[in-house]
Each structure stands twice: as C-alpha cells, then as structure tokens.
C-alpha cells in the first residue's frame, strides 16, 4: 500500500500545538455559540423540518388528482419533504442537535431515524457518530466503506444502485440488531413498521390508491427520489481524500481539515440535506454538535482559522467530485486507497 509522506517538524512539542490550536478554535466557536439566539442555534432547522411535515397533508391530496400534472407535483412535494425529514432531519436527531435536553434528543432520535428514516436509533447513532465522526478516514474504521460495493460497475453504483437504498434500509436494520435484547428488536420492529405502514395506508386511504403494489411504487420513488445524490454526497466528502492507519492517527484538527471537504452552496441539496452535510461538512466534523444553521454562521471563522495556520481547508464542486469518481472509481472504491502519513504538526 502506498504511503504519501507530509514532511513536517515532529515532537511533542508540535503535538501539544495542536492541541491548543484545537481549543482555540473551540473558543471561538463556542464564543459565537453563546452569543447566538435559539432561533439561530436551532429554531432556523426545526422551522425547514415543520415545513416539510406540513407538505406532507397536501401531497397526499394532490397524489389523488386523475390530472398528471397535479400528481407529479405531489410525488415531487412528498419526495422532496421525505428526504428533508429523513436526511437532514435524521442527521440532526442522531447528534442530538434538536434539543438540549437528553430526554428530548433521545425521543427525536428514534423518531426521525426509526419511523421515519426505517433504521436502527441505536446501529445510526453507533455507525455514524461513534464510527464515522471518531474515526473520520481512518482505514477500516470511518472510511465510508459502507458505502463501498466492488464487483459493481462504476455506472451501476454511482446511478442506479442508490434507488434501492429505500428498500435495503430497512434491512440492514433489521440485521444490526442481531444479539441485542427482545426489547430494543421489539421497539425497532414496531417503529419502523409503523412508518413504513402509516405511509402506505394514508396512500391508500388518502390518496386513492386501489392498487397494493402502486402505492408500494409511489413509496419507492418518493423515498428514492434524493438517494443518488445522497450515496455522491457521502463518498464524495471524504474518499479521495487523506487515509489514515489506525495506528498512526493524526490529531484530531489534523484529521479533519485533511479528511473532510466541504461542497459549495447549492439551492436543493444545502436545505434539503442541510448545511452540515453539503457546504459546511468540514465544520460539522470539527464541531459535531452544531446544527446546520449554526455551521453556516461559524463558517467563515472555521475557514479562515484554519487557513491561518496554515491546515488545509477542501473545497471542491459537486460535478469536479462526479468527475473525479467517475475517472478514477476502481482506485477509489475497489481498491484501497493510499494511506496519508503525517509527521508532526502542519
């Protein structure tokens, strides 16, 4: 495997830089934080996630018109208020950013991942914070190889592989909770199912469905409506970037601003998935606690810190990155990726 070496001045004394570089950064941060309202540390948020609840009602009804333009408007609004609930809303809930109290994040984390997103509270919370954000690129660890399916063609998995994702969910949900207790696979099995079927009887009942298997199919391009550009999303901030052995990890500043690339604004993608997981990734890996709103506004002092001492800050568009894929998709996502080794500090 190859090893690209950042030659850099090493010691202690380095690692203890940044160190404090890290708890500088988090000063400022934090400063910013406390001087923010509620409405700008999560109202802003809540606020995107109601509306998307409240499109819901008049989906359903337009979804029943005979006039194909009204229903492909519903189809759209449905799909379009699925993927902020289960996106960004689930992304949200599994950092516990909609509420301060315990309490509170805990409800909303099964809430949003379980009967609305169709997956584990528990295997969400533990593959993406406890995995993914602690051990962002390092091999085998937080290197987004969930995502990764070799013996696919390029073509096939970056375009027509993620409209399955709706029906694989579920799934791989069910398989997480093997070994765990009958209470946590009862609880699972019953919020999940109770999305999935609130969903398909107000299809039915609402919205006119006669036909079992038509208001499956309307299910499935609703929820697979955003899956492609998810699965891109998911890939493309990460791998390409530096790997690290888990033997040999950087610090954690280190770790992010080389690891993590942000996406420019983008009018769909930055509110439906929110800014965190768009324009603002590599403040949400430094800061994970953070709604999206709150990303957006410590943007700019995330950014010029880090390019002030001299780390690097990614940014990349979202057609470079498909590109960049598309040309070099065997070395990236069939093959593993070359380890970055960082000697001391940047």
Known sequence: ???????????????????????????????????????ERRGEDCCILGTAFLCLPPAFLLLSSTHLTWFLVGVMLMGVAHAVITIKGTHLASHGALSESPTWAK???????????????RAGVQGHIKMHHAHTNIIG???????????????????????????????VAFAHLRGHSLGLIFRT???????????????????????????????????????????HVNIFQHIGLAMFSPSRRPKRIQQMSHGVLNLPRNLVLDWIFGHSLISCHVEHHLFPFLSDHM????????????????????????WSRLRFFFSRYQELMVFAPPITELVGGQ
């Open 1 to 39: 495997m190859k090893v690209n070496k950042v030659k850099t001045a090493g010691g202690g004394a380095e690692e203890e830089q940044e160190e404090t570089l890290m708890t500088e950064l988090n000063r400022l941060v934090q400063e910013t934080l406390t001087r923010s309202s509620w409405w």
């Open 107 to 121: 409800f909303w984390a099964v809430f949003f991942i379980e009967i609305c997103g169709s997956f584990s509270a």
């Open 141 to 171: 660890l937080g290197d987004s190889s969930v995502w990764k399916v070799p013996f696919l063609s390029r073509t096939i998995y970056l375009f027509f592989a993620p409209l399955a994702v709706p029906i694989i969910t579920p799934l």
């Open 189 to 231: 099995a019953l919020t999940v199912s109770l999305g999935l079927y609130s969903q398909y009887w107000l299809l039915v009942h609402v919205s006119g469905f006669r036909s079992p298997l038509s208001a499956l199919f309307c299910m499935l391009v609703c929820r697979a409506m955003f899956a492609v550009p998810y699965i």
């Open 295 to 318: 990303c957006l506004k410590v943007k700019p002092i995330v950014s010029k810190y880090l390019l002030e001492k001299q780390f690097p800050y990614h940014e990349d568009s979202y």
